[in-house]
């Protein structure tokens, strides 16, 4: 027994330790995915919790239990089909089979369709078994893909299964260029299409669908079921100058089968509508969809769905993105309202009248039975040309946004609500970003929250994919799959963000010193204030004031946190070194910036959506005072390095005088003695001219960075260190970037060797970068000087070589040239090859 303890103690430890392991949050990376990549599709089992994920000629299935050794089903392209894709003018990378569609049948199979290399198929999973379907050869056994699946991997595109029945939006040709809503399977006779028309589509990019089935409890008048279809496309009632794009709802009903002989395979029920994403009082309208979530705000009443959709602007150029609510009464409100039509005599949109009986567009219901229209081939031929004519609706669906980020670019969204069935207290956002990151947003009333701001992937990976399964969020990027934990308070692990999450029914307890929930309902006023007053902190709109400490010539970022759909405005001193980058204030400091910087936003108020001022953040911004290790050293060495120059720049003189002494004696000596000329033309006396007769001049950036590179080749390595010191000194900036963390931006580019020269000292560099157009100047002047004075005369310049003719030499100089050749070898500088590039020698 005391031998086997030991035993038990560790087994039951090694136990407990994998219980927390399972708790925590967990992300697959692709070395946990059997190096699988460009995931794109999920569908969830939500009663056994198995994940299947649909990638690049693979599909995987992963346990949301255990979310370890993922199952993996291998299903690629033919490498003669690969080439013939590739043929036809299509890349590599695109000539693979990437899986876009996961569809459960009912039956105990998926549904599974791919791009196939531009030729789209589908196929068969059998769950049990976790194969596809084999066909008597052997192979996959697949049908066609064409309007079930998109041609390309990146073309826009959604599908919905309902009732067994595929329900699709997207391409149905090679080149990408026809779109159609179809029903993809099915009788034959009852795939039906949109008709092809601008009128119906006009470039449209699919976002997402939604099956709405009518219970049979809510639905006296024996509605139809209803197939809702969410996209952007480029509007036509718009005559401007450039494309407007305008984020549309469409609906089909599920037993429409086509006219008789108008609209013949065609949708008899198509119609559509504009959704408005607009904040009035500012008057800005977001009119690109991004992401569509459906929701039931009551569990099993179809009439209290809503859709969650997620917008950005055409019309800016910075990342911009909000989040709009729809209820499924506006927009049926919408669609059982007037028509739009375009008249062609005036060319303006007008109300058409009159509307035929039976309406457009109408579900079968019992009236419509009972008045002997038993099913869409018995309608009139004058209310199909109508709604052929006019899908369009006149009223659009309106919402205000509920939130608005800027610099920020939302990719996917997930809408958890929380409280009781019968009285919800709100409702969190899981916002997925294009750069890997996963955002909590609580939305109580017309008040948003940032509560969580997680990185789950790398920057280069966006978000694509948010599944919400038994308290979990499952996200997915194109090359990896993450877990983390989606509701209850223990999400929120201090006072302040427990506070924030009030109106969610989370409550700080101080015993426990972690956040819990309750069913105490808050008190009046502002909830929030409240809860923060208890954390012994100031309340959300009176933070405390920051001190940060500046040097002159920094660049700062002040960062004011933007939740609200209203606008920011910054207090400052007054001067023009600022700039603001949405809600955040960019700052350049100088002694007319200092002070304070004091962030407000228009929130709206408690009950109402009349905005009310909100403090936001505050700072104070301090001159640093100069130290002798930062300021005084950064002088200190610009002295020294001068002192280094200015020897440095005499002792160049002093030694070209010495050889132009020289020189000037040995000619004389030699005078009248003719020898031919030979050595201008060798190797060796090209590698000491320059490149060109008339080099060009450097940038000012390069022209640093050269000139130091030639004083450390002719001075060996002693003024190595006093290159490096300039660059540290100018490009650090001393320690000014350590008084804020995370504020200071880039200030100035560098100059492409590392190291900033420009940042913070733009007196001193102006004075730097004059001393070394001087000392490349002076250097190459050396260089080429003395050649200048040893060649003959008679002799024709060569363009390669960039000689001139001394008028005051003879003819007969060659021993002298040689014997000068041999004293210019001896010296440092001329030991090592010059730095400029050789030309191509050409005759004149």
């Known amino acids: 027994m005391l031998t086997l303890l030991p035993v038990l103690c560790l087994l039951s430890g090694a136990s407990w330790a994998a219980t927390l392991g399972g708790l925590g949050d967990t992300i697959l990376g692709p070395d946990k995915l059997h190096d699988v990549a460009n995931f794109s599709t999920f569908l969830l089992d939500q009663s056994t919790g198995m994940l299947f994920l649909g990638a690049r000629d693979a599909i995987l299935a992963v346990d949301t239990k255990k979310l370890n050794q993922p199952r993996k089903i291998v299903w690629d392209v033919p490498e003669e089909k690969r080439r013939s894709c590739v043929a036809k003018g299509k890349t590599e990378v695109d000539c693979n089979n990437y899986i876009r569609l996961l569809e459960f049948l009912g039956d105990g199979r998926i549904y599974v369709c791919g791009t196939y290399a531009f030729d789209p198929q589908c196929a068969f999973l059998e769950l049990s078994s976790f194969t596809l379907e084999k066909a008597e050869d052997g192979g996959v056994k697949m049908e066609t893909g064409k309007g079930k699946c998109p041609f390309e991997p990146s073309q826009h595109y959604t599908a919905v299964m309902a009732a067994g029945t595929l329900y699709t939006a997207a391409t149905s040709n090679f080149l990408g260029t026809l779109f159609d809503i179809s029903r993809a399977t099915g009788a ?67 037993s429409d089968i086509g006219g008789m002989k108008t609209l013949q395979r065609r949708w008899t029920t198509f119609l559509k509508a504009q959704l408005v994403c607009e904040d009035k009082p500012s008057g800005q309208r977001y009119n690109v969809l991004t992401d569509v979530f459906t929701a039931q705000h009551t569990p099993g009443d179809p009439s209290s769905t809503h859709f969650y959709g997620v917008f950005t602007s055409q019309w800016e150029r910075e990342e911009l993105s909000a989040v709009c609510v729809f209820s499924l009464s506006d927009i049926s409100k919408v669609m059982d309202g007037p028509f739009k039509e375009l008249k062609k005599t005036c060319e303006n949109w007008i109300n058409p009248e009159p509307v035929p009986t039976p309406r457009p567009g109408q579900c079968l219901n019992n009236a419509l039975k009972d008045e002997g229209f038993k099913s869409s081939l018995t309608l009139p031929d004058k209310v199909l040309t109508f709604v052929r004519d006019h899908p369009l609706m006149e009223n659009s669906v309106t919402a205000a946004p509920l939130l608005v980020r800027e610099g920020i670019r939302y990719t996917k969204l997930a809408v958890t609500q929380t409280g009781s069935r019968d009285q919800r207290r709100g409702a969190v956002l899981h916002l997925g970003t294009d750069r890997g990151e996963l955002h909590r947003v609580a939305v109580v009333d017309q008040n948003a929250t940032l509560l969580q701001e997680i990185p789950l992937f790398p920057s280069q990976e966006p978000v694509n994919n948010i599944l919400l399964h038994q308290g979990w969020a499952l996200v997915g990027s194109p090359l990896s799959l993450a877990r983390v934990q989606a509701e209850g308070c223990a999400l929120y692990p201090s006072c302040e963000v427990c506070a924030r999450a009030r109106g969610l029914g989370c409550v700080w307890s101080t015993e426990e010193e972690a956040c819990r929930p309750t069913t105490a309902e808050p008190g009046p006023g502002d909830m929030v204030d409240n809860a923060l007053k208890k954390c012994t902190i100031e309340g959300r709109c009176s933070p405390s004031i920051r001190e940060l400490r500046v040097s002159l010539g920094l660049r700062l970022l002040l960062p004011c946190v933007q939740l609200s759909p209203r606008p920011c405005s910054w207090e400052h001193p007054p001067h023009r070194h600022t700039r603001q980058h949405h809600s955040d204030l960019e700052v350049t400091v100088t002694e007319d910036s200092l002070g304070k910087y004091i962030c407000t936003c228009q929130e709206a108020g408690q009950g109402s959506r009349d905005p009310t001022p909100c403090r936001r953040a505050a700072y104070h911004l301090t001159l640093e005072a100069p130290s002798a290790g930062g300021t005084m050293a950064t002088a200190g060495g610009r002295h020294v390095l001068a002192i280094y120059i200015l020897f440095f720049i005499l002792g160049l003189l002093f030694g070209l005088f010495l050889l132009y002494f020289v020189s000037h004696r040995r000619s004389i000596a030699l005078q009248g003695h003719h020898l031919p000329d030979n050595s201008l ?44 010191t300039l660059l540290s000194n100018q490009g650090n900036g001393g320690h000014h970037g350590n008084s804020y963390s995370g504020t200071l931006i880039h200030s100035n580019p560098s100059n492409g060797h590392g190291n900033a020269l420009y940042a913070n000292c733009n007196t001193s560099n102006s004075g730097l970068k004059f001393t070394s157009e ?13 050649r200048e004075r040893v060649r003959p005369e008679g002799v024709e310049r060569e363009s390669g070589e960039g000689d001139e003719v001394d008028e005051g030499l003879g003819d007969g100089l060659g021993d002298g040239i040689k014997g000068l050749e041999e004293e210019l070898a001896s010296f440092p500088m001329f030991k090592s090859p010059a730095p400029l590039a050789k030309c191509e020698e050409s005759s004149i």
């Open 681 to 724: 033309s060798s190797e060796k006396g090209r590698d000491l001219l320059g490149s060109s007769a008339t080099p060009q001049s450097p940038s000012s950036a390069s022209l640093l960075s050269e000139g130091f590179r030639l004083t450390e080749k002719r001075n060996g390595t002693s003024n190595t260190n006093t290159t490096t």
């Open 774 to 786: 001087i000392l490349a100047a002076d250097l190459l002047d050396g260089r080429t000087g003395e």
């Open 188 to 254: 034959e006779q009852e795939r039906i299409r949109t008709e092809r028309s601008i009128n119906w589509l006009s470039d449209p990019e699919f976002v997402s669908s939604a099956f709405i089935k009518q219970s049979a409890d809510s639905n006296p008048t024996g509605d139809d079921d209803k197939i809702y279809f969410f996209f952007t496309e480029v509007a036509k009632e718009y005559d401007l100058y450039t494309k407007v794009k305008v984020p549309r709802v469409a609906r089909v009903c599920k």
